[in-house]
C-alpha cells in the first residue's frame, strides 16, 4: 500500500513454500519473516470456507456490494490448510482490504477528575492528640468512535447463510444447488468505513468510572521522651464502573442476518419472525438444558436459547459485502451498553510503637518499630444486564439456526460479543503483628559506617493460614561517595480476589501441535479461579552499590547504582498459559488435556480445532528470576538564559533479565527471558529541563530483540527467530 505514511509494514510469519516437512527438507526453516502479512481465514466482505463435494465456491469472496462472489486471491505467500498451516498470507491484493478495514483511529477520549480531602487535628495535651480525616474521588474516562468485531476468523465463529437467504447472490445460491447445500459458512472480520456504507459495530463507547471514599480515625501518643504510638482506624470503599455504550446483542445479529422472503407478501423478514415461536416453545426447548455463564461454572438454566426479545420486532439486513447493512436493523441489533460494577469494602486497623531500644556504642541508636495490624476486605463483581451473563443455544425448528458454532456452546457465555468479564465475590481477613530492628554495628573516624536491620512478620490469613515472612539487611559506607547493600529475606503473597474468587473469558490464539503445528486464533481462553490456592513465598537476594562522586564541583548532582536481584518463589501463582497448557497436553500431561476443549475432527486431522481452553490459576512448582539493574542521575542549575531560573536533569535506567522461568507440578521448566514480552535488555532515558513556569521532557525507551517462539529452533523452526 503506497499511501501508507507509517514505517511498520505489518512484519509477519508465513509458511515457507519450499518447506515440506523437518524430513523431506532438512534445513529449510517452516517459517519465513515477511513484510504486510494479515490473516486470511476470513475478510472484510466474508470468505466462503464450506468445503464440500461439487461445490465450486470454496474460497470464494463477495463483491463489495454482497451481489456476487469472486476468487479471493491468496498473494504469493500463503498458507490456510495443511502441515504447518499458519492461516495468512504476504501481500496480495486483498491487503488492501485488511488496511481498509483495520481501524487506525481517529477516536475522541474524555477524562475528568475530582477529589477532596478534609483532615482535623486536636491535641487533647502535650501527649495525645486525636485525628480526622475524610477523602474522596471520582474519575472517569471514555474513548468513543470505535470500531469493534462481533466474529473471530475460522471455522469457530463462521456465519451461516442458509440457501433461502434473501439476499444471497444467484451465483452462490446456484452452486449450493449443484452441491446440495442448504447452508454455507463464510468468515468476516473487521469492516470497512464509507459514504453511504451502514456498519453495525462501528461506534463502540468504552467508559470507566471509578469513585472511591475513606474515613480514618487516629491517635498519637507519646508515652515517654523515646517511645511513641500510633494507631487508626479506617473505613474505605471503592467502586469500579466499566462498561460498553453501542453494543450488539449477538442473537439480535445473527437472527437479523437470517433474512428470508414471506411466502405470503414477498418481504424479506427475519427466519424468526416468519416462524414466530411462542414463549412457551421457547421454555420447552429449554428443558433440561443448561447454558455456560461467568456466574456458575456448572452453567446455568433460561426459559430461551436466546435473549430476550419480541421475534417479530426483528429487523433483516444484507451481512454480505461491505457495509450493506440497514439502520433500521442497526438500530435493533445494537444494545444501549452493557457494564460490570466492582466494589471492595475494607475496613484496617493498626497499632504501631516506635522507640530507641539501647543507645549504641558510638555508631548510632538500636531503635525498634513494632506493630499490629487487622484488615477485612469483602470484594462483589457483578455484570449487567444480568440476564446477559449466558449462552446461546440454535434451535432450527424453532427458527433460531444461525447462531454460529461458537457463540451456541460452551465457549461463549454472554448475550453480547466478546464482552465476557469476571463475576463473582467473597471476603477475606488478616491478623498480622511485625517488628523492624534498625542496629548501626559501627563507624569509623574516617567515615566509613556498617549497619544492620532485621524485620520479621506473621501474618494470619483467613483463607490460606498462618504466614511468616523475615527480612536482613547490612549497609556499608565504604567511602564517603560509595555504598553497599545487601538484603536477604523471605516474602509471602495471598492470593488475591481475582485468583480466587473471579472466572472471566477472554480470546488468544495457540499453535497446536496436535495439528502439525496450526495457528488457532479462534478459540475462547477462559480465566478460571482456583480457590484452592495457597500463599507464594519468594525467597530474595539483592546486593548492590551507590556511588555518588565528590571529586569536583561538576559532578555534584551525579548518582549512580547497580544492583543485582535473584527472586526464586516457591507455588507461585500464575495462570497456566493458553499455549503452555496445548504444550504440556502434548507432552502427554493428562490434567493438561483435561482443560482442552475440541470441536469435531476436520481436514483430516484426528482431532479438530480447539475451541476452549481453561486457564486456570495455578500454584507453580517453583518460579526464578535474576537479573541487573543500573540507574544514573545528574541534575544540575544551568544559566543557559541569563537571570532565569533553570533546572536540568538527566536520568537513565537500564535492566538486564537474566531468566524468568517457572516449573509445573510435572517438573516441566520454561524461561521466558527474551521472549516477546520479557525483553533480555531494556532501557528508559528521560531528560527534563524547566526554564521559569515553562518545561519540557524527552523520554526515550529501548527493548533488545526478543524470540517470537522461546521453543523454535532458528533455521529449522524460523528463518529469524529474533
Known amino acids: 500500500n503506497k499511501d501508507r505514511t507509517d514505517n511498520w509494514q505489518d512484519w509477519g510469519l508465513v509458511r515457507n513454500p519450499k518447506w515440506v516437512s523437518a524430513t523431506a527438507t532438512p534445513g529449510v526453516p517452516a517459517r519465513i519473516t515477511m513484510p504486510y502479512v494479515f490473516q486470511n481465514q476470513s475478510s472484510p466482505q466474508g470468505k466462503i470456507i464450506t468445503t464440500a463435494a461439487k461445490f465450486p465456491y470454496t474460497n470464494y469472496t463477495f463483491s463489495d456490494d454482497g451481489t456476487s462472489i469472486r476468487p479471493y486471491d491468496f498473494g504469493p505467500y500463503s498458507s490456510n490448510s495443511g502441515t504447518g498451516n499458519l492461516n495468512n498470507q504476504s501481500g496480495g491484493p486483498e491487503y488492501k482490504y485488511y488496511d481498509l478495514g483495520t481501524f487506525r483511529g481517529p477516536n475522541g477520549s474524555f477524562v475528568a477528575q475530582r477529589s477532596v480531602f478534609s483532615a482535623l487535628k486536636f491535641d487533647v495535651n502535650d501527649q495525645l492528640s486525636l485525628t ?20 473471530i476468523s475460522g471455522s469457530v465463529y463462521a456465519w451461516k447463510a442458509f440457501r433461502n437467504n434473501a439476499y444471497l447472490p444467484p451465483q452462490l445460491a446456484a452452486g449450493m444447488d449443484a452441491a446440495g447445500l442448504d447452508m454455507i459458512k463464510f468468515s468476516t472480520i473487521s469492516m470497512v468505513d464509507g459514504p453511504g456504507l451502514v456498519n453495525i ?69 427475519c427466519n424468526i419472525a416468519l416462524r414466530n415461536p411462542s414463549p412457551a416453545e421457547l421454555k420447552q426447548f429449554m428443558q433440561g438444558k443448561l447454558l455456560a455463564s461467568p456466574s456458575n461454572v456448572n452453567g446455568v438454566t433460561a426459559d430461551s436459547p436466546i435473549g430476550p426479545m419480541d421475534p417479530k420486532e426483528c429487523v433483516p439486513f444484507n451481512p454480505f459485502g461491505l457495509g450493506n447493512a440497514n439502520q433500521a436493523a442497526k438500530d435493533w441489533i445494537l444494545d444501549e451498553g452493557k457494564k460490570q460494577v466492582r466494589t471492595l469494602d475494607q475496613d484496617f486497623a493498626e497499632l504501631l510503637l516506635t522507640g530507641e531500644l539501647y543507645e549504641g556504642w558510638g555508631a548510632g541508636p538500636i531503635s525498634l518499630a513494632a506493630g499490629l495490624t487487622w484488615r477485612d476486605e469483602v470484594f462483589d463483581q457483578v455484570n449487567y444486564p444480568v440476564w446477559g451473563e449466558r449462552s446461546l443455544l440454535n434451535a432450527p425448528a424453532l427458527g433460531i439456526r444461525s447462531i454460529p458454532d461458537g457463540f451456541a456452546s460452551d465457549g461463549n457465555r454472554e448475550l453480547h460479543p466478546f464482552s465476557g468479564a469476571g463475576s463473582g465475590g467473597g471476603s477475606k481477613d488478616v491478623w498480622e503483628w511485625y517488628s ?17 536491620s532485621f524485620a520479621f512478620r506473621s501474618s494470619d490469613y483467613s483463607l490460606s493460614g498462618r504466614q511468616e515472612s523475615w527480612k536482613i539487611g547490612l549497609d556499608a559506607q565504604l567511602l564517603s561517595s560509595l555504598r553497599w547493600r545487601i538484603t536477604k529475606s523471605s516474602d509471602i503473597r495471598e492470593p488475591n480476589f481475582a485468583e480466587i474468587f473471579l472466572s472471566g473469558s477472554g480470546g488468544g490464539s495457540v499453535n497446536d501441535p496436535f495439528r502439525a503445528g496450526e495457528a488457532n486464533g479462534s478459540l475462547t481462553i477462559l480465566a478460571n479461579s482456583n480457590p484452592a490456592l495457597f500463599a507464594e513465598i519468594g525467597d530474595t537476594i539483592t546486593t548492590g552499590f551507590v556511588w555518588q562522586p565528590t571529586f569536583a564541583n561538576w559532578i555534584d548532582g551525579f548518582s549512580m547504582s ?22 504440556d497436553c502434548s507432552a502427554r500431561l493428562a490434567s493438561a488435556c483435561s482443560l482442552i476443549v475440541r470441536s469435531e475432527p476436520n481436514n483430516n486431522f484426528a482431532v479438530g480445532p480447539i475451541t476452549r481452553i481453561l486457564n486456570l490459576y495455578i500454584n507453580a512448582d517453583m518460579a ?47 524461561d521466558q527471558a527474551a521472549s516477546q514480552t520479557r525483553p533480555e535488555y531494556s532501557a528508559t532515558a528521560v531528560m527534563n529541563y524547566e526554564l521559569g513556569a515553562w518545561g519540557l521532557m524527552l523520554q526515550s525507551t529501548y527493548y533488545d530483540s526478543v524470540r517470537n517462539n522461546i521453543t523454535w529452533v532458528e533455521g529449522r523452526d524460523i528463518d529469524d527467530n529474533w
Open 132 to 151: 480526622a480525616q475524610v477523602a474522596a474521588g471520582r474519575s472517569e474516562s471514555s474513548r468513543f468512535g470505535l470500531h469493534s468485531n462481533a466474529s
Open 201 to 269: 459495530y462501528d461506534n463502540r463507547i468504552d467508559i470507566s468510572i471509578q469513585a472511591q471514599q475513606m474515613y480514618t480515625l487516629g491517635f498519637d501518643f507519646a508515652v515517654n521522651d523515646n517511645w511513641n504510638l500510633t494507631g487508626a482506624y479506617q473505613v474505605g470503599k471503592t467502586k469500579i464502573d466499566t462498561g460498553v455504550r453501542n453494543i450488539p446483542r449477538t442473537d439480535k445479529l445473527f437472527l437479523a442476518m437470517d433474512a428470508v422472503r414471506d411466502p405470503a407478501t414477498g418481504k424479506i423478514v
Open 436 to 452: 523492624e530492628i534498625n542496629v548501626p554495628i559501627w563507624e569509623w573516624a574516617s567515615g566509613q559506617s556498617i549497619g544492620s
Open 562 to 583: 547497580l544492583d543485582w536481584y535473584e527472586i526464586n518463589l516457591a507455588g507461585a501463582i500464575t495462570t497456566y498459559g493458553a499455549q503452555r497448557i496445548v504444550d
Open 624 to 670: 526464578q528470576t535474576r537479573g541487573v539493574d543500573f540507574e544514573a542521575s545528574y541534575r544540575i542549575e544551568p544559566d543557559f538564559f541569563s537571570g532565569q531560573q533553570e533546572s536540568l536533569s538527566l536520568r537513565a535506567l537500564v535492566g538486564y533479565l537474566g531468566e524468568n522461568s517457572t516449573t509445573t507440578a510435572a517438573g516441566l521448566t520454561q
